[in-house]
């Protein structure tokens, strides 16, 4: 597998997963809003986006792997708000 595949692939799982997490501990959801330490889970989630845009920028370049991963947080921003409506989950 060559080493361009697996830095965007692995881009794309950071990032997507660390703006979920950021979705998650955001103020206006309850899905985190329990746990004692939501400011570990926000760290967490800004680490793992910069590690995405890191790989993504390393295998396309600035500019397209910052717009790469903007979109990507972007949709997953409007997925699980979406999803989460549909499956009644609050």
Known sequence: MPLEILLSSGGLLLTAAGSALLYGASDNQRLLRSTPSRRFFLILAAILILFGIA???STWGGLVGG??????WMLVSIALPYAAARWGVR
């Open 55 to 57: 790989a993504w920028v």
């Open 67 to 72: 717009l790469l991963a903007l979109l990507t």
